[in-house]
């Protein structure tokens, strides 16, 4: 029987922390738009003060000195003799004879089509 009459209880407390959570913030709210804030001055703090450091030298390398090295020459390479040879002929072919002047070719006449008559639209009657 316990557990039948703790779900009554657990749904009382959901509803009324329900109730409560709406309730406050719009009092709150409302206690906000209302009331004004006095202009408080903004408080200055004094800068602290730190030791001067001392400044580190950078210390200075040696410029190491590298051993020029000789450079590798370039092999020259022989041009090898290539042979000349001959330009070929192009033998000259004779040029044909044209005709001067060419036929005409006869166009075949096509028969003559008809004359058709024109076709007449039919008359919409007037009605009085």
């Known amino acids: 029987m316990a557990k039948n009459h703790s779900y009554p209880s657990l749904l009382l407390l959901i509803v009324l922390s329900s109730i409560a959570c709406n309730t406050i913030p719009s009092e709150a709210r409302h206690l906000l738009e209302s009331a004004s804030l006095p202009d408080v001055p903004k408080p200055e703090f004094p800068l602290p003060k730190f030791p001067a450091l001392p400044k580190p030298e950078i210390p200075t390398l040696a410029k190491v000195e590298l051993p020029s090295l000789p450079k ?14 001959p330009k070929p002929e192009i033998p000259q072919l004779p040029k044909p004879k044209l005709p001067t002047t060419l036929p005409k070719p006869e166009v075949p006449k096509l028969p003559k089509l ?9 008359q919409v009657p007037k009605f009085p």
Do not use: I, Y
């Open 72 to 85: 590798p020459e370039l092999p020259t390479f022989l041009k090898p003799e290539l042979p000349t040879l």
């Open 114 to 122: 008809p004359d058709l008559a024109k076709p007449t639209l039919p």
